[in-house]
């Protein structure tokens, strides 16, 4: 296992890329952002000699936490006690990683654990101030619960936390939901930005636009699935037809909690939850 980390600036905002190999191969590759004297997200664990670098060399004093996902946490309790920093996130965020986040021995292979800690819950009536920035939280979920956006308007500065990603998206996670990541999508395109500054793909040109072209995404695959589901079509019935290709080495090695069917069943399941 080897780690690295590559750094990238853009109008005062610094941002780290941070990635884990095996045999090689990149196997994870997550971001993490800098204003002044505030970071957002943490990376992996296995990453944390090269994040206590970027945190020294910024003399860090607040940490943001846009989810509780181990690549994005890996690293918050231990910032918080070395440097020492506060750090902020969603509620329900604040929550898990209090009570201690139990993930799957895959996570803790590729990642490595996240240990507890005790952050400040904040609202999306709150803000985050540095020297030159205001950041405001705005709750996306779809993802997962506790997902927190944080918007710059003065800037036109979108962290986007796991919203965007991609254009298009293959895989879902098993607790994801398409419809309600849909929602958030159409939050988020409410507000004047341009610089999308993903966990794992940033945009600093035409951001939007590419949040747009998933929210397009997202409703041509919602729509499709439920045109099918209410021609009384199953789910790997949908999948088949909707000719989805699934990743049988993503689907062995995290016993179905990551798969290209995961998409059709979160519609699904979105849709007997209106009924």
């Known amino acids: 296992m080897a780690v690295r980390r590559f750094n990238y600036e853009f109008n005062g905002v610094h941002y ?3 990635s884990i190999y095996s045999l090689g191969n990149n196997i994870q590759t997550v971001y993490t952002f800098v204003l002044d004297d505030l970071l957002i997200d943490t990376a992996q664990r296995f990453n944390r000699d090269n994040i206590w670098k970027v945190a020294q060399e910024h003399q860090i004093q607040k940490i943001l936490i846009t989810h509780y996902h181990e690549d994005h946490t890996g690293n918050v309790g231990f910032l918080m006690q070395a440097l020492p920093a506060e ?3 969603h509620p ?3 929550k898990i990683l209090k009570r201690g986040y139990k993930m799957s021995p895959l996570s803790k292979m590729i ?3 996240v240990e507890d800690a005790s952050m400040h819950p904040i609202l999306e009536t709150d803000t985050i101030t540095t020297k030159n920035y205001c950041l405001q939280p705005i709750y996306t979920p779809g993802h997962c619960e506790g997902h927190y956006c944080y918007y710059e308007k003065n800037n036109g500065y979108l962290f986007s936390g796991d919203l965007f990603v991609a254009d298009k998206i293959k895989y879902f996670g098993s607790d994801e939901s398409l419809l309600t990541q849909i ?13 999308l500054f993903c966990s794992h793909n940033p945009k600093v040109e035409g951001g939007k636009k590419r949040l747009q072209n998933k929210l397009q995404f997202f409703e041509d695959f919602a729509g499709k699935v439920t045109r099918l589901y209410h021609e009384g079509k199953k789910s790997k019935e949908i999948f088949a037809l909707m000719h989805l290709k ?10 179905g909690n990551f798969t290209s069917e995961n998409m059709v069943k979160s519609v699904i399941r979105d849709i007997k939850k209106k009924k």
């Open 92 to 94: 329900y965020t604040v």
């Open 111 to 113: 990642s490595g654990k």
């Open 16 to 18: 780290y890329r941070f």
């Open 87 to 89: 750090a902020y996130a």
């Open 183 to 195: 929602e958030s999508l159409k939050k988020m395109l409410a507000l004047d930005f341009d610089a």
């Open 246 to 255: 699934e990743n049988y080495y993503y689907k062995v090695l995290t016993a």
